[in-house]
């Protein structure tokens, strides 16, 4: 893995080379001034898979170089450090994320070997295991793709914090295109919504689904079955027999079934959202409100529509244990949902320190990197096998 470290303090600057030199990255490029970077990257973007940036800079602060990064298309993973105020910190994160930028964390100096090592075994996927390609596809090939079968769900566990025991799977839709490997959702998801395709999708994805939860219900396991869907899908009256009927079709109790609907995305048509999500709830089938505190209207989401299910965004998941505005939000959300009667899950759980915050706070249910990422059908029970290990030790731990 090629690395760059960016800082203009010549000591910190290879302090932090040599830690990732101890902790096996021999490949690290360091550089004291931003904008001899840039140029560096100019030359061989895709060379590059991983960044770590200071954000308080004299010629180019973290903030133009993140800039720099967008304009330049960076495809690897980018870590921010600074041993500047919290909240600068997060500010400069969220940024770099609405950049589309790809941010594995941030590291408050002096960064601890600790620290740096439970970042890089939580890294997000490199070019090895997710499409490193940039071609942009056509209505017809994604048609085609639905009709040959190239579209696959992987899934991603939800664990029950008390207990630690499996209770359910997201469900993630992929292309297996046969020349650009697997491509993930937000290069297809518009495409499909865009050309009046989104019917057609959900209903591959959903019949899927209930193939492999019949499958897993067989072997024991009832597991609930998360299923993303679109506004697009919520203007169909009819939205609800089809889901219920699938269900019935796959030997799959409804009630099984949780559909997740992204806050913001409820504010296009909320009165045939209104309408079709509450046919939903008759029919037992759960609602949850999918990236909760990211959108413009929650409070009014949670008061008008039946959901059953609270879903808080990894934004204010991950660190939650050592940032107090992340706490402070985090627990006025599990306490309001509490008082609705609805479930709550975190999503973006990504270490122990995580994981025994939420279960002391009262969260239900944990998702994220620290538990498993998304993987396909056939390699949940294996995984599941491998989990029992696991959870005895974290239901046991004091957390």
Same mark, same amino acid.
């Given at each position: 893995?090629?690395?760059?470290?960016?800082?203009?303090?010549?000591?910190?600057?290879?302090?932090?080379?040599?830690?990732?030199?101890?902790?096996?990255?021999?490949?690290?490029?360091?550089?004291?001034?931003?904008?001899?970077?840039?140029?560096?990257?100019?030359?061989?973007?895709?060379?590059?898979?991983?960044?770590?940036?200071?954000?308080?800079?004299?010629?180019?602060?973290?903030?133009?170089?993140?800039?720099?990064?967008?304009?330049?298309?960076?495809?690897?993973?980018?870590?921010?450090?600074?041993?500047?105020?919290?909240?600068?910190?997060?500010?400069?994160?969220?940024?770099?994320?609405?950049?589309?930028?790809?941010?594995?964390?941030?590291?408050?100096?002096?960064?601890?070997?600790?620290?740096?090592?439970?970042?890089?075994?939580?890294?997000?996927?490199?070019?090895?295991?997710?499409?490193?390609?940039?071609?942009?596809?056509?209505?017809?090939?994604?048609?085609?793709?639905?009709?040959?079968?190239?579209?696959?769900?992987?899934? @991603?566990?939800?664990?029950? *914090? +008390?207990?630690?025991?499996? /209770?359910?799977?997201?469900? %993630? =839709? !992929?292309?297996?295109? &046969?020349?650009?490997?697997?491509?993930?959702?937000?290069?297809?998801?518009?495409?499909?919504?865009?050309?009046?395709?989104?019917?057609?999708?959900?209903?591959?994805?959903?019949?899927?689904?209930?193939?492999?939860?019949?499958?897993?219900? @067989?072997?024991?396991?009832? *597991? +609930?079955?998360?299923?993303? /869907?679109?506004?697009?899908? %919520? =203007? !169909?009256?009819?939205? &609800?027999?089809?889901?219920?009927?699938?269900?019935?079709?796959?030997?799959?109790?409804?009630?099984?079934?949780?559909?997740?609907?992204?806050?913001?995305?409820?504010?296009?048509?909320?009165?045939?959202?209104?309408?079709?999500?509450?046919?939903?709830?008759?029919?037992?089938?759960?609602?949850?409100?999918?990236?909760?505190?990211?959108?413009?209207?929650?409070?009014?989401?949670?008061?008008?529509?039946?959901?059953?299910?609270?879903?808080?965004?990894?934004?204010?998941?991950?660190?939650?244990?050592?940032?107090?505005?992340?706490?402070?939000?985090?627990?006025?959300?599990?306490?309001?949902?509490?008082?609705?009667?609805?479930?709550?899950?975190?999503?973006?759980?990504?270490?122990?320190?995580?994981?025994?915050?939420?279960?002391?706070?009262?969260?239900?249910?944990?998702?994220?990197?620290?538990?498993?990422?998304?993987?396909?059908?056939?390699?949940?029970?294996?995984?599941?096998?491998?989990?029992?290990?696991?959870?005895?030790?974290?239901?046991?731990?004091?957390?």
């Amino acid at each position: 893995m090629k690395i760059l470290v960016i800082d203009d303090d010549t000591f910190i600057c290879r302090l932090l080379g040599r830690q990732l030199n101890m902790l096996g990255f021999p490949d690290v490029e360091q550089y004291e001034h931003a904008s001899h970077a840039v140029h560096r990257l100019e030359s061989r973007p895709d060379e590059v898979e991983l960044i770590f940036c200071d954000l308080q800079m004299p010629d180019m602060d973290g903030i133009e170089f993140i800039r720099q990064l967008a304009h330049l298309g960076y495809r690897g993973v980018l870590v921010l450090v600074s041993g500047e105020d919290e909240r600068i910190l997060q500010s400069a994160e969220r940024l770099a994320r609405a950049h589309r930028l790809r941010v594995a964390g941030t590291l408050f100096k002096p960064v601890a070997s600790d620290q740096l090592h439970r970042l890089l075994q939580g890294l997000p996927g490199t070019s090895q295991d997710r499409s490193t390609t940039s071609a942009s596809y056509s209505a017809m090939a994604l048609a085609e793709a639905m009709a040959n079968g190239q579209l696959i769900n992987h899934y @991603q566990p939800k664990v029950d *914090l +008390q207990s630690g025991a499996l /209770v359910g799977v997201e469900t %993630l =839709v !992929r292309w297996q295109h &046969p020349q650009d490997g697997l491509v993930y959702p937000d290069q297809f998801i518009p495409l499909a919504e865009d050309h009046g395709l989104i019917d057609d999708l959900i209903q591959v994805v959903l019949q899927q689904t209930l193939q492999d939860a019949r499958t897993w219900l @067989q072997a024991g396991h009832p *597991l +609930q079955l998360a299923v993303n /869907v679109s506004m697009d899908n %919520l =203007v !169909r009256l009819d939205f &609800p027999e089809f889901v219920a009927e699938a269900a019935r079709a796959a030997g799959v109790a409804p009630s099984l079934l949780i559909l997740e609907v992204t806050e913001s995305h409820l504010m296009s048509n909320p009165q045939a959202a209104l309408d079709i999500l509450t046919r939903l709830r008759l029919k037992r089938i759960g609602l949850s409100i999918d990236d909760f505190g990211t959108g413009h209207s929650s409070l009014a989401q949670l008061r008008d529509i039946p959901f059953t299910e609270l879903k808080i965004d990894r934004s204010f998941v991950h660190g939650a244990w050592r940032n107090s505005a992340l706490r402070t939000i985090l627990s006025a959300s599990l306490d309001m949902a509490r008082r609705l009667g609805m479930h709550t899950v975190a999503e973006g759980v990504e270490d122990k320190d995580d994981w025994d915050y939420l279960r002391n706070a009262g969260c239900d249910v944990a998702q994220g990197w620290f538990i498993a990422k998304a993987m396909p059908a056939d390699r949940l029970l294996p995984w599941l096998a491998e989990w029992e290990q696991r959870r005895l030790t974290l239901a046991a731990s004091p957390g």
